[in-house]
């Protein structure tokens, strides 16, 4: 079992792989944009465009990353609000 | 060259002991169509998809039209089928190098089999996703949502097992130590599989037309602009939204729009024929959505509709009385409003041809289909003809359908030319009779 958990690093070591600036950045991005969601629905559900306000980032890069949030179970769909937007919330737990 | 090209590049030859009756190449509804007629009348049959799930792009789709039957419910038995077939050696995640014609009904075929980095005991349980910090476009929702680098492509992707996408790994291990049967494995190597077939079938089917090249309608730029592929999968009950919303800013949209013929029937991208199953599948979208949203106004702008099949004519008129309006222009170009909102301007033909121009939240492009057919670079000694346009060639369109140019060499489905689900079935079951005609005029 040990063995097999370094494969990562044995292929490191036997390739020269490094990661790419393009994917650590990649990697950095969708922390901050996920970190910045969560800290915004801590205080409640909220839609895409109060979320825009709360962060300051853009609505559709923030839906995207919502929706992504959605699939791996970290945010689920509140109620819709009248202008037709959903409100989100942090799933507990 | 990205990490992965470099590690493929290392692939170890392997001459395979067992030789086959048939190579299928495709593993969408018509290459696993025909590979289960094939199986059924006991041949060998070796299917190769180099997607990492069978399924092709049926199993995307919401609904079928006209009957409105579930897409996935009907192709995802066929999926489990060819998998579990005693006649049937599935290669997902693998591409056909090379098909060398030797003699009459004796191929040699050399085929890559990519590694997952994932191996067979992966349980499918997804502990890798969650943990991968890296989130890139998820293909199988055509970028609507991410997916991470360590990923099984869809919840019921047959195999349901993980990999990892090399191309944006990070290379930090979680992945390998989270999984709680050990299956990731980094060290795993690619290999080139060469095997002996007596026959082939081709069945790469067609890629969406490249809409970004239509600049005026403005796919890629305005995030409200998108394809009807994107909008089946917002149909579908595996949809990447909880709900059909806008991409730009998650609003319910109340005022869509279908563009048709976009791509299709048009000099000016060099695609002048009809993708055929365009006008149907708007039909259909636009009904499903008229019942997900019942409020919102579902407007067609289209040049002629084609409702030629079997209860074409009847949905078409289906969608009608439930409400779509249908507007008679062509579309010639699309503008964003501050709020996100699409212009569109058009000639009004019902209206004595004047340009009018409306005003809607969602835009949905119905792109027409392209072929498929790369493959035929892969055969050597013997061409592998196409048409002009790139669709593969049939020997004899009226009498020899899904015969090509090279004897013992057949082909079902869209890469022969654009046609809906029904249309490939019957295609793939034609070709996999005749294909055990050949195998039995050779003989063994």
Same mark, same amino acid.
Request: aromatic share 8%; net charge negative; proline share 5%.
């Given at each position: 079992?040990?063995?097999?958990?370094?494969t990562?690093?044995?292929?490191?070591?036997?390739?020269?792989l490094k990661?790419?600036k393009?994917n650590v950045?990649?990697?950095?991005?969708?922390?901050?944009?996920?970190?910045?969601?969560?800290?915004?629905?801590?205080?409640?559900?909220?839609?895409?465009?109060?979320?825009a306000?709360a962060?300051?980032?853009?609505?559709?890069?923030?839906?995207?990353?919502?929706?992504?949030?959605?699939?791996?179970?970290?945010?689920?769909?509140?109620?819709?609000?009248e202008?037709?937007?959903f409100?989100?919330?942090l799933?507990?737990? | 060259?990205?990490?992965?090209?470099?590690?493929?590049?290392?692939a170890?030859?392997?001459?395979?002991?067992?030789?086959?009756?048939v190579?299928?190449v495709?593993?969408?509804?018509?290459?696993e169509s025909?590979?289960?007629?094939?199986?059924?009348?006991?041949?060998?049959?070796?299917?190769?998809?180099?997607?990492p799930s069978?399924?092709?792009?049926?199993?995307?789709?919401?609904?079928?039209?006209p009957?409105?039957?579930?897409?996935?419910?009907?192709?995802?038995?066929?999926?489990?089928?060819?998998?579990h077939?005693p006649?049937?050696?599935?290669?997902?995640?693998?591409?056909?190098l090379e098909?060398r014609?030797?003699?009459?009904?004796?191929?040699?075929?050399?085929?890559?089999?990519?590694?997952?980095?994932?191996?067979?005991?992966c349980?499918?349980?997804?502990?890798?996703?969650k943990?991968?910090p890296?989130?890139?476009?998820?293909?199988?929702?055509?970028?609507?949502?991410?997916?991470?680098?360590?990923?099984i492509?869809?919840?019921?992707?047959?195999?349901?097992?993980?990999l990892?996408?090399?191309?944006?790994?990070?290379?930090?291990?979680?992945?390998e130590?989270?999984?709680?049967?050990?299956? $990731?494995?980094?060290?795993?190597?690619?290999? $080139? $599989?060469?095997?002996?077939?007596?026959a082939?079938?081709?069945?790469?089917g067609?890629?969406?037309?490249?809409?970004?090249?239509?600049?005026?309608?403005?796919?890629?730029?305005?995030?409200?602009?998108?394809t009807a592929m994107?909008?089946?999968?917002?149909?579908?009950?595996?949809?990447?939204?909880?709900?059909?919303?806008?991409?730009s800013?998650?609003k319910?949209?109340?005022?869509i729009?279908?563009?048709?013929?976009s791509?299709?029937?048009?000099r000016?991208?060099?695609?002048?024929?009809?993708?055929?199953?365009?006008?149907?599948y708007s039909?259909?979208?636009?009904?499903l959505?008229?019942?997900?949203?019942?409020?919102?106004?579902?407007?067609?702008?289209?040049?002629?509709?084609?409702?030629?099949?079997k209860?074409?004519?009847?949905f078409?008129?289906q969608?009608?009385?439930?409400?779509?309006?249908?507007?008679k222009?062509?579309?010639?170009?699309?503008?964003?409003t501050?709020?996100?909102?699409?212009?569109?301007?058009?000639?009004?033909?019902?209206?004595?041809?004047?340009?009018s121009?409306? $005003?809607?939240?969602?835009?949905?492009?119905?792109?027409?289909?392209?072929?498929?057919s790369e493959?035929?670079?892969?055969?050597?000694?013997?061409v592998?003809e196409?048409?002009?346009?790139?669709?593969i060639?049939s020997?004899?369109?009226n009498?020899?359908?899904?015969e090509?140019?090279?004897?013992?060499?057949f082909?079902?489905g869209?890469?022969?030319?654009?046609?809906?689900?029904?249309d490939t079935?019957?295609?793939?079951?034609?070709?996999a009779?005749?294909?055990?005609?050949?195998?039995?005029?050779?003989?063994?």
């Amino acid at each position: 079992m040990s063995e097999r958990r370094s494969t990562v690093v044995q292929l490191r070591n036997r390739s020269g792989l490094k990661p790419s600036k393009e994917n650590v950045e990649l990697m950095r991005r969708s922390k901050e944009v996920q970190t910045a969601i969560t800290k915004a629905l801590k205080d409640g559900p909220k839609t895409v465009p109060e979320i825009a306000k709360a962060t300051g980032l853009s609505k559709d890069e923030i839906f995207w990353h919502l929706m992504t949030m959605h699939k791996y179970g970290v945010v689920e769909p509140d109620e819709k609000d009248e202008a037709g937007y959903f409100r989100y919330r942090l799933v507990e737990g | 060259m990205g990490v992965m090209d470099q590690i493929l590049e290392k692939a170890v030859e392997e001459e395979e002991a067992v030789s086959y009756d048939v190579l299928v190449v495709g593993g969408g509804i018509a290459g696993e169509s025909a590979s289960l007629d094939l199986a059924d009348m006991g041949f060998k049959v070796l299917l190769v998809e180099k997607e990492p799930s069978v399924g092709g792009k049926m199993y995307l789709l919401s609904k079928v039209f006209p009957t409105l039957d579930c897409a996935s419910c009907i192709s995802t038995p066929r999926m489990a089928a060819v998998s579990h077939h005693p006649n049937i050696i599935l290669h997902t995640y693998s591409e056909v190098l090379e098909i060398r014609k030797l003699s009459e009904s004796d191929f040699q075929a050399r085929i890559l089999v990519k590694p997952r980095f994932v191996e067979d005991d992966c349980t499918g349980c997804g502990q890798c996703e969650k943990v991968c910090p890296v989130v890139v476009p998820k293909e199988y929702d055509f970028g609507l949502r991410g997916r991470k680098a360590a990923y099984i492509p869809f919840d019921t992707a047959v195999p349901k097992k993980a990999l990892i996408d090399l191309d944006h790994c990070i290379f930090c291990g979680q992945c390998e130590r989270t999984c709680p049967v050990g299956a $990731v494995n980094f060290l795993q190597v690619p290999k $080139v $599989v060469k095997v002996r077939v007596r026959a082939v079938l081709i069945a790469t089917g067609y890629e969406l037309f490249s809409i970004e090249r239509k600049t005026e309608y403005g796919y890629g730029k305005f995030k409200n602009v998108i394809t009807a592929m994107q909008m089946d999968r917002l149909l579908a009950p595996t949809r990447p939204f909880n709900a059909v919303l806008r991409p730009s800013d998650g609003k319910e949209p109340s005022s869509i729009a279908f563009v048709l013929c976009s791509g299709s029937r048009d000099r000016t991208l060099n695609n002048p024929i009809c993708s055929q199953v365009c006008c149907m599948y708007s039909v259909k979208q636009a009904q499903l959505l008229m019942g997900a949203l019942p409020l919102a106004d579902v407007t067609i702008y289209y040049m002629d509709i084609r409702a030629f099949g079997k209860g074409f004519e009847e949905f078409y008129q289906q969608a009608k009385a439930m409400g779509a309006m249908f507007v008679k222009g062509r579309v010639a170009k699309i503008e964003e409003t501050e709020n996100d909102d699409l212009v569109l301007w058009y000639e009004d033909i019902e209206n004595g041809g004047r340009i009018s121009k409306a $005003v809607h939240d969602l835009v949905v492009l119905s792109v027409g289909l392209k072929p498929n057919s790369e493959i035929v670079e892969v055969f050597k000694g013997e061409v592998l003809e196409r048409d002009e346009l790139g669709w593969i060639r049939s020997r004899d369109e009226n009498v020899n359908p899904v015969e090509t140019s090279i004897k013992g060499v057949f082909a079902a489905g869209c890469v022969l030319g654009p046609k809906d689900i029904p249309d490939t079935v019957l295609e793939a079951g034609a070709a996999a009779a005749q294909v055990a005609a050949y195998l039995n005029e050779v003989g063994v």
